[in-house]
């Protein structure tokens, strides 16, 4: 881990419960895919290795994405907003980002807006 990422990870404002949101995108669609959590630890491990690994706030353990599915994220950049309370990870999904198994968490989830046909 290199002392510039060590002080980018020490200026994320972190929640009470020692968490960040993450926002996962895809690398050349730009399509959002998900929004996952990861603490300081899950940051560094998938700086360190190039997938992405999550905290599960229900399990209240590490995951990286694709080990049980095979769903895999092979992380392409890895951004903090200008807030530094949130995290972007952009990745190279192979496979189904969300758990229900669609492609994204948003697929088939959208309000109708007022005046709007689709």
């Not at 290199?2 to 995108?25: H, S, Y």
Request: glycine share 6%.
């Amino acid at each position: 881990m290199t002392d510039a990422n060590e002080a980018r990870i020490a200026d994320i404002t972190w929640n009470d419960a020692g968490l960040a949101p993450v926002i996962v995108q895809q690398y050349d669609t730009r399509e959002v895919l998900m929004l996952a959590w990861m603490n300081a630890e899950a940051l560094r491990r998938t700086l360190a290795e190039g997938r992405a690994v999550y905290w599960s706030r229900s399990r209240q353990e590490y995951w990286r994405k694709g080990d049980t599915s095979g769903n895999t994220q092979r992380v392409h950049a890895v951004a903090v907003d200008c807030d530094a309370d949130t995290i972007l990870l952009t990745v190279d999904q192979h496979g189904a980002a969300c758990h229900t198994g669609t492609r994204t968490c948003f697929d088939d989830r959208e309000f109708d807006l007022a005046g709007e046909q689709r």
